[in-house]
């Protein structure tokens, strides 16, 4: 059937329906023209910055040029291979999925305490809020200004105050072993806050008559907290577990700051390693290349973000 | 156990005996107490003297002869007026040039129908999938080619289209009775003109929701401004306090470190305690900027 149809719409548009066709194409054209115009200040710079951009990604992926003067060449798939070969990168997709994974879970946690221990609105709940909020709105930047003389070794906050009950006192940011949970604890500090409000938000849905309820059939806290608030939050849950998702990736200020990817990368991260190999190495199209891989990753998940949102724009 | 009993004076009535939610509501206050002490030791350190040594500089009591010397020696070592002005000038930029793109583009989706609306909805969608930050390596290539490397313009071109800020207008718009723009057309008002008297006044509410998040998210951008500009004096805030810093770190100056950064984070805390309930419900929105 449908493979018939294009065959026969040659003959059924010979001679005169063309110009109809025309026609009509114009006249829906003249309709949409003030919807077209209004559209276009917004297409202009995501046709600069957004297409366009994934577009050179594609093609710088492809080029390489040796030295920044050099002319360009042809290297097909070379560059995304030296880039899949290249342990930094793969070192730095590694840390990045374990900073994943270790800042989501204690951020969400975090969040959904305090979360569960503000909904009720009062002067107290209210300045506690704002306390946790606060790591939010600063920038990055200063929170890693801080935070380099939380984790200096001896004299910092955190030996001063902690390290006398240790034996000894670890090397915060210059181990290895341990700079990279360090980074996390800004993280999971600077975004608890963030995601509270989604779970405050989605905790306003739960209504109190249901929980009263199930208090006098005998549910204590716990099983209220199982049976009735958890499951009723579980869209928030899909939507916060995405947004930290892409903040994982997308965040490396403090990497910046603070460590610039090191000791020994143990603390590099894919988009540092991006940064690295564009603006130190110069090496556009090893930097296309991991920057197109992150983006296919990263669209997946976006893609998965979109599902949850609609499901949960559906009720659901 | 009085102040509990305060505090949960509101809950159901059944479940005010329970213990756990209190035992919750303790560990959240202590932890908002932990979440705090960076804030605390950078006011306490911004007004410790340089005299008392780098032993003491951990120390959350506050020092007996508070100084200003550190702010002083921050505002004259960093450029922070400077750069003040230049994270300004980037978020009124953008916000300005958004707030003509969001509207335009949000009253086309909320009023308007047009061959391949679906279509070009997606291409908006798309923005949201392709954080912009993940494309610094072409649109810097981009910023060169037009000439605008090291320039505050080319710091603010790729956040001109906002597609979460198109989505938020057009729900405003969706949301005002089509009656009053009826009313207009009788009366001979234009598009343009229809949008800027009906529609624009009747969304401020939405227009300051992501003003907010406009301008926090940017006053806070760090990587590609530090790749875009390269003289001195055209770096913003976040820019030239990882620079202040770098140079501070080097001296242990510690004190002028938390200076600096009071310096940069105050007029964003300053508009937030003042605006506390907005700028919370706007982040709401903000789900995916």
Sequence with gaps: ?316 | MKLFDRLFRDAPLATRGEITPKLGFALTVLLAIVWLIPFLWMGVATLRPPSDGINLMAELLPSLNPTLDNIRDAWEIGDFPRYTLNTMIICAGILLVQFVTITLAGFAFARLNFAGKTLIFYLFLMQLMLVPVLLIVPNLSLVAQLGLYDTLTGVMMPFFASAFGTFLMRQAFEAIPTELEDAALIDGAGLLQRIRHIYVPLSMPSFSAFAIISVTSHWNDFLWPLMVINSPDKRPLTVGLSVFTKTAEGTQAWGTIAAGTLMVIAPLLVTFLIFQKRFISSFVTSGIK
Aim: neutral net charge; proline residues 7%; hydrophobic residues 55%.
């Design chain 1, 1 to 316: 059937m449908s493979l018939a149809e294009p065959a026969a719409l040659p003959v059924a548009t010979s001679a005169a329906p063309r110009p109809q066709v025309l026609k009509r194409l114009t006249s829906s054209f003249k309709a949409s023209l003030p919807a077209y115009l209004l559209l276009l200040p917004s297409l202009v710079f995501l046709a600069l910055f957004t297409y366009g951009a994934m577009g050179r990604v594609l093609i710088d992926a492809l080029y390489q040029r040796t030295t920044p003067k050099a002319p360009v060449r042809f290297v097909g798939l070379d560059n995304i291979s030296a880039v899949l070969a290249d342990p930094a990168f793969t070192g730095a997709v590694v840390n990045n999925l374990i900073y994943a994974v270790a800042t989501t879970i204690p951020s969400i946690a975090l969040a959904l305490l305090f979360a569960l221990a503000l909904s009720r609105t009062h002067a107290v709940s209210s300045a506690l809020r704002a306390a946790l909020f606060l790591p939010v709105l600063i920038p990055m930047v200063a929170a890693s200004a801080l935070f380099l003389f939380i984790f200096l070794p001896n004299v910092g906050l955190l030996d001063y105050y902690i390290g006398r009950l240790l034996p000894v006192l670890p090397n915060w940011l210059g181990d290895p072993d341990i700079a990279l949970t360090a980074i996390m604890i800004i993280t999971v500090w600077k975004n608890a806050g963030y995601y509270m409000l989604f779970f405050l938000a989605g905790l306003q849905a739960v209504p109190e008559d249901v929980m009263e309820a199930a208090h006098l059939d005998g549910a204590g806290p716990y099983r209220r907290l199982r049976h009735i608030i958890l499951p009723e939050l579980k869209p928030t849950f899909l939507f916060v577990t995405v947004i930290a998702m892409l903040n994982a990736v997308t965040q490396v200020d403090h990497v910046f700051v603070m460590t610039q990817g090191g000791p020994s990368n143990s603390t590099n991260l894919v988009l540092f390693y991006i940064y690295q190999q564009a603006v130190e190495h110069y090496d556009i199209g090893k930097a296309s290349a991991a920057t197109l891989l992150t983006l296919a990753v990263l669209m997946g998940l976006t893609a998965l973000s979109f599902r949850t949102l609609a499901n949960r724009e559906g009720g659901a």
